[in-house]
């Protein structure tokens, strides 16, 4: 974390050290997950090894839940890394910060990966990512300067001395922080603003906004906690942190007035507040932001745009319709979360989805009459049935000319079952089998099992792949393939009892997953990564065994989940990776 010495840095320096120290804070001890937070517990990771079942057989707990009820009054959670603003957070931030909804962020390096999550805090900070925020800063502040008057809280123009600069740095200040400003680092941006004014006040306007938006303070998640220094011993965080902790796992974005307002008040250490604030956030339309984000990071359908098909295969595919199954998708995830029953059962299993009238067609539908875009509509159930049948899963994972039993059984392995399955060796041809007109996809990827090579990985994913295969690659249901009729039986080996069994089709395995203790705890898990940007360990056994638990006996209700990981002491409290200190 950065020091309170760092703070006094001044605001012309800041910008171009603060990053650079933040990130040789980040990179130091090589950046390795179970190195710096921790050894990871029996499903942390990317999953567990391959064929295990985490945590036993019905994959929930952990290897400290024993510790946990002998020792109650203990608080043990996982380490917390100094973490960047993924592209998404930096442009829902400017947007909310200063009106403009440019999405600036896609110029800057991508995001790293923390399991399927976006999370900026393992790799250090490249003198190439310092320039891309020092170019995107300037060109954010002279396009504010036009705005100046809507985004300061008094009149810059006519003021005669510093009153109303002193109003527009501590105003704008603490909400580009999060925090409140100290005396030094008003004084400091102060003298910068003073030196822009000898030309004009949107000068001195523009040189204030574009300093604050290269500090660490704007583009880090800096969790320092109440102590004020790191600390390996868990400490709760400031009432400031906890606010934007909370509105960046709820809404992606700043925290919005009423959250200053009761963190300044420091409301938000009373439980009830907390849990009537996700519920409230939940309802704002800022959500949609965040809950549509972690389904789509949780599926790997994020990178649809680079999505390619075949055009003599699939001549209808185009960016209109990508865009269309990705909003299908978005959109069905949001309401089940936060308008319908919230269930995770609802995701794998419901029979009606949002559709844009340019997926009717692929669906063999037409549209309903008085039919409105983005209104439920009804599926058939016999082919359709829960998220794992949407059009953006399917074309995701699936070739530019053929299905892939491989990337549709790996992302539920890893996940959806939160087991990992190694990569192939290095002497492997890892390229997809080409399609056959002689042969179904089945018939051709038997030779999978049949290897010894492949056999020992192939049999966690294939079974559950194949079962995929009444969809082709960009998502249309079929019923055989090149006339053949197309077997979609199926099986999940190597995971929890719950599991056991075949099953024929998506529908089957939707149901089969919607019971599954190890898939709840799986996605508890996964809820828990997105909250926090990091994959849990052994020290966060005690925490997760309470929300895993907890989520199972509500039935699987999403929304009941996110309060009690907001409420966990993993998210009201934090724990620093030893030596990160200037």
């Known amino acids: 974390m950065l020091s309170k010495a760092n703070r006094a840095l001044s605001p012309v320096m800041r910008p171009l050290l603060g990053p650079l120290l933040a990130g040789l804070l980040v990179g130091c001890g090589g950046g390795k997950i179970g190195a710096e937070q921790g050894t990871p517990s029996g499903n942390?990771?990317?999953?567990?090894?391959?064929?295990t079942v985490p945590g036993g057989s019905s994959g929930g707990g952990g290897g400290g839940t024993a510790a946990c009820t002998s020792q109650p009054s203990v608080v043990q959670i996982g380490r917390t890394r100094l973490r960047r603003m993924t592209r998404s957070q930096f442009n829902n931030t400017v947007r909310d910060l200063l009106g403009n909804a440019t999405n600036p962020a896609s110029v800057i390096a991508p995001d790293e990966r923390i399991g399927p999550f976006y999370s900026n805090g393992i790799a250090p900070i490249t003198d190439l990512i310092v320039q891309q925020h020092m170019e995107v800063a300037e060109k954010l502040a002279l396009d504010a300067q036009a705005r100046m008057t809507s985004i300061a809280p008094c009149n810059l123009t006519a003021?005669?001395?510093?009153?109303?600069a002193r109003q527009f740095i501590?105003?704008?200040?603490?909400r580009a922080y999060r925090r409140p400003l100290e005396?030094?680092?008003?004084?400091?941006y102060l003298s910068l603003y003073t030196l822009g004014r000898s030309t004009s006040a949107a000068n001195g306007f523009r040189l204030v906004v574009q300093a604050m938006l290269q500090s660490p303070f704007f583009l880090y998640h800096v969790d320092v906690g109440q102590s004020g220094v790191p600390s390996d011993t868990p400490t709760p965080l400031t009432s400031y942190e906890l606010a934007s902790r909370l509105s960046y796992f709820l809404w992606d974005t700043m925290p919005d007035r009423a959250l200053f307002d009761l963190a300044a008040s420091e409301q938000l250490a009373d439980a009830a507040v907390l849990k009537d604030q996700v519920a409230r956030m939940l309802a704002d339309p800022r959500a949609k932001d965040a809950v549509?984000?972690?389904h789509s990071q949780w599926l790997g359908i994020g990178n649809m745009d680079d999505v390619i098909k075949d055009p003599a295969l699939f001549p209808e595919w185009n960016d209109s319709l990508s865009s269309a199954m990705r909003a299908e998708t978005t959109n069905f995830a949001d309401y089940v979360v936060r308008s319908g029953d919230g269930r995770l059962s609802t995701l794998f299993t419901a029979d009606f989805s949002f559709l844009d009238a340019s997926l009717f067609p692929l669906y063999g539908m037409t549209a309903p009459a008085g039919f409105t875009a983005g209104s439920r509509v009804a599926l058939d159930p016999t082919e359709r049935s829960g998220i794992l049948t949407q059009a953006a899963f399917l074309s995701t994972h699936a070739h530019r000319d053929q299905t892939s039993p491989v990337h549709r059984g790996l992302i539920v392995r890893e996940n959806v079952l939160c087991q990992l399955v190694n990569p192939p060796p290095p002497n492997v041809n890892a390229n997809p089998l080409p399609p056959s007109s002689a042969a179904t996809t089945r018939q051709r990827f038997e030779a999978h099992e049949s290897d010894p090579q492949c056999a020992g990985c192939h049999t966690l994913m294939d079974p559950i792949g194949l079962t995929f295969e009444n969809y082709d690659a960009i998502g249309r249901f079929r019923a055989d393939e090149g006339?053949?009729?197309?077997?979609?039986?199926g099986e999940i080996k190597g995971a929890s009892t719950d599991?056991?069994?075949?099953?024929?089709?998506?529908?089957?395995?939707?149901s089969k997953l919607a019971q599954s203790r190890q898939v709840s705890d799986c996605v508890a898990n996964q809820w828990f990564r997105f909250a926090l940007g990091r994959m849990e360990s052994m020290d966060d056994d005690c925490v997760l065994a309470v929300i895993r638990q907890?989520?199972?006996?509500?039935?699987?209700d999403i929304r009941q989940l996110l309060t009690a990981i907001v409420l966990s002491d993993a998210f009201r409290q934090v724990r620093h990776v030893s030596g990160t200190t200037l």
């Open 44 to 51: 942390s990771g990317r999953g567990s090894p391959s064929g």
């Open 159 to 164: 003021d005669t001395g510093d009153t109303c």
């Open 170 to 174: 501590s105003d704008f200040g603490q």
């Open 183 to 188: 005396q030094a680092e008003k004084d400091n």
């Open 292 to 294: 549509p984000s972690f």
């Open 483 to 489: 006339g053949i009729p197309i077997d979609a039986s």
């Open 499 to 510: 599991l056991a069994g075949r099953f024929v089709g998506v529908r089957e395995l939707g």
């Open 550 to 556: 907890g989520f199972a006996a509500s039935g699987g």
